[in-house]
């Protein structure tokens, strides 16, 4: 596609259940990461994949949280046992080759923990 | 520990005049640096870049300054507008790319 793709755009979700986050990268594009932007925080790094090569999950804030990337393409990030502090806007982002070149953000996931 | 700090967590000002956006970063092996912007409810874009082999960038009303000996880098919009207002990111690259904490710029008409 011609941008970077996130699906939902928002997402309720009580307290204690699973919810998936998902991300379409620019087509082409090796390297995707997902980021977090808490109420008045800046964008925390969560994960980096780069092609086949095995992802960066130093970001990863507890056990709860994992990402797949499936193909090299599409990716899932997904909360498992969702905590309140866990509400934030989840952004997706995707570059041609690592941090050699910028990054191209999507519009984010709005995840509320209810 | 906060490689990239932006201290200014927010800043008004006239329609018109200046507005400069700070960021220090710790790493002297840092790169190469951006500014995003980011309005409510999108994700940030890119705004302008520098090389660290470079101490000035210019593009339209966007100046970007880096002193590699202070570690720091300022963004300038003269003169600002109000469609400039939003939260601005800069981020520097390393390994990866590190971002700041954000300041929140509202131009005032």
């Known amino acids: ?114 | 520990d906060q490689q990239v700090k932006q201290n200014s967590p927010s800043l008004s000002v006239q329609e018109g005049r200046i507005s400069i956006l700070n960021c220090d970063y710790t790493n002297s092996m840092f790169d190469y640096f951006l500014w995003y912007k980011k309005y409510p409810a999108e994700g940030p874009t890119f705004l302008i870049s520098i090389s660290s082999i470079k101490d000035k960038n210019e593009d339209g009303r966007f100046t970007v300054f880096l002193n590699k000996s202070a570690k720091h880098l300022s963004l300038h919009i003269v003169p600002s507008q109000p469609g400039d207002s939003a939260v601005y990111f800069c981020a520097a690259r390393g390994n990866q790319f590190y971002f700041g904490t954000g300041t929140s710029l509202t131009v005032i008409p």
């Open chain 1, 1 to 114: 596609g011609a941008g970077v793709s996130q699906s939902p755009s928002n997402k309720v979700t009580e307290k204690g259940k699973d919810v998936e986050l998902r991300c379409d990268p620019i087509s082409g594009h090796t390297a995707l990461y997902w980021y977090r932007q808490s109420l008045g925080q800046g964008l925390e790094f969560l994960i980096y994949f780069q092609g086949n090569s095995a992802p960066d999950k130093s970001g990863l804030p507890s056990d709860r949280f994992s990402a797949e990337r499936t193909g090299g393409s599409v990716s899932t990030l997904t909360i498992q046992r969702t905590q309140q502090e866990d509400s934030a806007v989840y952004l997706c982002a995707s570059s041609p080759g690592g941090a050699f070149y910028g990054y191209t953000f999507g519009s984010g996931t709005r995840l509320t923990v209810v």
